[in-house]
DNA sequence: CCTAACTTGGAATGGTCGTTCCAAGTTGGA
DNA sequence: TCCAACTTGGAACGACCATTCCAAGTTAGG
């Protein structure tokens, strides 16, 4: 009977993630995957049989830890504008501090970098972002509930609008921007939605960087 | 005395500009320069110094074409809040039809492609943002001079936000976003920035995409 | 222990990358 | 005409690319 796997694929993956994620995918060589995982070439490809395949479910495995934990954050906190506030909040923070900082957002960066290379990569950046849209959807008709918007308001536009504006805060951190410069046009855009009556969201400065 | 260049530099860099901007920094070899001007390696090399230099320039050439023209007509245009909605009309329809469909704008895809390659990209890129920003800010002001923004709006604040807001439109254009998505977000941020009694300004229809 | 079935390390493959090099060609003054 | 100065085409370079291949190793049923 055969031999078995002498390693975990899901370690694998999970290796491979900070390596896309930093370096890009074009910078990102099978040398450098060998390295990062300590696995050879053979194992790698029996497992997941092309480079492309591998940074697809390293994309997948982005997604379920990075991102997918914030829109669920975002869908079930039901207090509207502060929970979209909070949403950019931490989408800075993690973009501009911490062990991340300046790596711009793996399914952003993909956007661009897999130049409509894998149809699969590119399905499921479309559901990403569909998924991202939707989520704030859900907490702006929390909003909306609350009367924190103004009445033109619309759910469905306005959520396109942030979920373009989140990309453009991933594209820019990864460039460098300032993150006060990045929260303080997220206040322009969510003080602009915001009811005259209602009161502002209390969270961080905002000041020009 | 020596012999003397055999072709036009700024025609070269010219032809490199749609290569570079269609296929990206890594998709685009020397080879493929090399065919699309028709110039030997010997003829670029003496006269770029490198691929990276070359492609510098047509990144220049790109925003002397395509980007100052859109940004000194935003900042001269004394509508106000019309002239955004133009600009960011006129972005929409250039990103998603017409020759350079799909192909995104060359400076948001190189702030992903080009992994801090080169400074001095890196340099131009961060200018040509604070040009677009500043160009806001004054279209901005004028907006609100004309009395169409609501009180609350900081023009600063508000320049950066559009600004971000472009930035995401460039990135979701080449991933195959809708334009009536596009123009739906879009008009989602401006309708926010007005004020209650400004009429809404009369352009193309926006409805999801 | 034997062997079929499978994994593994690492060499090897063919291709492409940016860059360099050189012989041949071109130019205009001496 | 001769030559120094320069450009040009195209071959060549070494490094890297994703992928394949194979001999050696590992496993468990017979």
Redesign the interface.
């Known amino acids: 009977m055969p031999d078995v796997r002498h390693f975990d694929p899901d370690v694998a993956v999970a290796q491979v993630v900070p390596l896309l994620w930093r ?2 995918w ?2 990102t060589g099978m040398q450098d995957i060998v390295s990062a995982t300590g696995l050879s070439r053979s194992s790698l490809y029996a497992t997941f049989g092309s480079k492309s395949a591998l940074c697809l479910n390293a994309l997948r495995r982005y997604l379920a830890d990075h991102a997918d934990p914030a829109f669920r954050e975002l869908e079930t906190d039901g207090r509207g504008l502060p929970a979209i506030a909070a949403f950019f909040d931490q989408l800075i923070t993690a973009r501009c501090s911490g062990p991340h900082a300046r790596w ?1 957002c793996l399914a ?2 993909l ?3 897999a ?1 409509g290379a894998d149809p699969d990569v ?1 399905t499921v ?2 559901e990403h ?1 569909q998924h991202l849209v939707a989520a704030l959807a859900t907490a702006l008709r929390a909003a909306e509930q609350a009367g924190q918007l ?1 009445e ?3 759910i ?3 959520a ?2 942030l ?7 991933n ?2 951190s ?3 921007a300032e993150p006060s ?2 929260r ?6 969510l ?3 915001r009811r ?1 009556g209602s009161h502002a969201t209390p969270g961080p400065e ?1 000041s ?1 960087g």
Chains 1, 2 share one sequence.
């Not at 979920?163 to 805060?169: D, P």
């Not at 303080?184 to 855009?189: L, Q, S």
């Open positions: 370096r890009g074009s910078h711009g952003t960066n956007q661009i970098a130049e590119r950046l479309d972002h103004h033109d308001v619309v469905g536009a306005s396109e609008h979920a373009l504006l989140a990309q453009g805060v594209l820019r990864r460039a460098g410069s990045l303080w046009a997220v206040e322009a855009a003080g602009a939605l005259p905002m020009p």
